[in-house]
């Protein structure tokens, strides 16, 4: 394969260090690749990465629905013989690992034209529609 070959298609397999759901996942979107004829052994690990993400977004989704999105937490100290207790709510860790995991799966996405606007180009081939101020 050369510089600016397209990648040979043929069937993915997942990497051996997945979990159960990730190699699940990764089983799915294999199948997408394939059914559209784009699937490739060379983008395997990026597919897997794919499928981690996905799964992670699982894991922290499932945290959130049953301990909810902040904890509270409670600090005292003496201050003239004082006992002050002070209480703050915060955000727990999983949302922001939430969101890291979901903007990365939705690039990844957009990498491998998984996504409604990649499929929109594949179906239309890459060609940008005409309209009417293509003029100006």
């Known amino acids: ?13 997942a990497p051996l260090h997945l979990s159960n759901l990730a190699q699940l996942i990764f089983g799915s979107i294999a199948q997408m690749l394939e059914a559209e ?44 013989g004082e006992t002050i207790v002070t209480r703050m709510i915060r955000a727990r860790p999983e949302v922001a690992m939430l969101s890291d995991a979901m903007r990365q ?10 996504n409604p606007a990649a499929a929109l180009r594949i179906a239309s081939g890459h060609k940008p529609t005409e309209g009417a101020f293509d003029d100006f």
Request: without cysteine; negative net charge.
């Open 37 to 80: 004829k784009r699937s490739s052994p060379h983008y395997a690990e990026h597919v897997g990465l794919l499928a981690i993400r996905l799964e992670q977004i699982q894991r922290f989704q499932a945290v959130l629905e049953t301990e909810g999105d902040t904890y509270t937490t409670e600090s005292a100290k003496t201050v003239d």
């Open 105 to 114: 799966a939705q690039s990844l996405l957009g990498e491998l034209m998984l």
């Open 1 to 13: 394969m050369t510089l600016g070959d397209a990648a040979p298609v043929g069937p993915m397999v």
